[in-house]
């Protein structure tokens, strides 16, 4: 299969403790009460006597922007170029940054074809885009964070095939049904909550045209070094940390992503688990 190789290489480190640290601990929990009381039906209940007005029940979409809204984007704000790479890897090393970049866009090519439409997902500053675009008629760098993408934007200078969107919750507005040949998401959905998650894969299939793949990698928690990472999180607390890796197994993935509206789910696994996804 292009792009995966026997054993997959283990990030350097988990890309987490450096995007902006905890949030407020009363925060987090009260947003937690609040969808307690909410998923138990703790909410009033129209009363003549109370003057309480019933509420309309708020759509999936409503829901969503609600749960995601900007929690993610925030976590990830640089000011630089450098502070960017630190965000990205946690090493600030230039030459590392785009050697490894160079090295993903490597078995990311066979699925290019020239002609093709490509979506990078999670594009962050253009570390991979920038070694994808010139061998694609468009590519789409997408990304959750406006500071990210004004910085891709300077990365990404000189290469006239590259179009930017945002992330807008857990869907890509800007990007038309059916118009994808390819997404490439390289370690990325980790950083959102697993429904969150699910959901911008539903995005993707809506993206991507009939017969087209997604190549889309995550954390195996059954690995030592991710399920290190876990325990880390679960004695530090970051589970108040929107940006904090969220691990995975591939029986899991085998599960869940058929769901998404794939047609066909391939996962190889690996420490970093690889999935193709068809639609």
Wanted: proline share 7%.
């Amino acid at each position: 299969m292009p792009g995966v190789p026997k054993e997959e290489q283990r990030p350097t480190s988990i890309r987490h403790l450096a995007a902006g640290g905890l949030s407020s601990t009363a925060t987090w929990l009260s947003r937690v009460v609040a969808r307690m009381a909410v998923a138990a039906g703790d909410r009033p209940s129209p009363d003549a006597g109370s003057g309480l007005v019933a509420q309309e029940e708020p759509t999936a979409s409503a829901r969503r922007r609600a749960s995601s809204g900007s929690k993610y984007s925030d976590a990830w704000q640089p000011s630089s170029p450098l502070e960017a790479r630190r965000l990205i890897t946690i090493i600030d090393d230039e030459e590392y940054f785009e050697r490894t970049g160079q090295e993903e866009a490597d078995r990311l090519l066979p699925w290019v074809v020239p002609g093709s439409t490509v979506l990078d997902l999670g594009c962050g500053i253009g570390r991979i885009a920038r070694y994808v675009a010139p061998h694609c008629r468009t590519l789409w760098a997408v990304d959750v964070s406006e500071p990210m993408l004004a910085l891709a934007a300077e990365h990404l200078e000189g290469l006239t095939n590259v179009r930017f969107a945002r992330v807008a919750d857990t869907t890509v507005p800007d990007v038309p049904d059916g118009s994808i040949d390819f997404v490439y998401s390289v370690l990325v959905l980790q950083h959102l909550e697993r429904e969150d998650a699910f959901c911008l894969m539903e995005d993707v299939a809506r993206m991507l045209r009939p017969g087209a793949a997604a190549f889309v990698t995550w954390p195996n928690v059954t690995d030592p070094f991710y399920l290190d990472g876990f325990v880390t999180y679960a004695r530090n607390g970051e589970v108040a940390n929107p940006s904090r890796a969220r691990m995975y197994t591939a029986m899991e993935l085998e599960t869940i992503l058929p769901a998404a509206g794939f047609t066909k789910v391939e996962v190889y696994d690996a420490p970093n688990i690889v999935t193709i996804c068809v639609r």
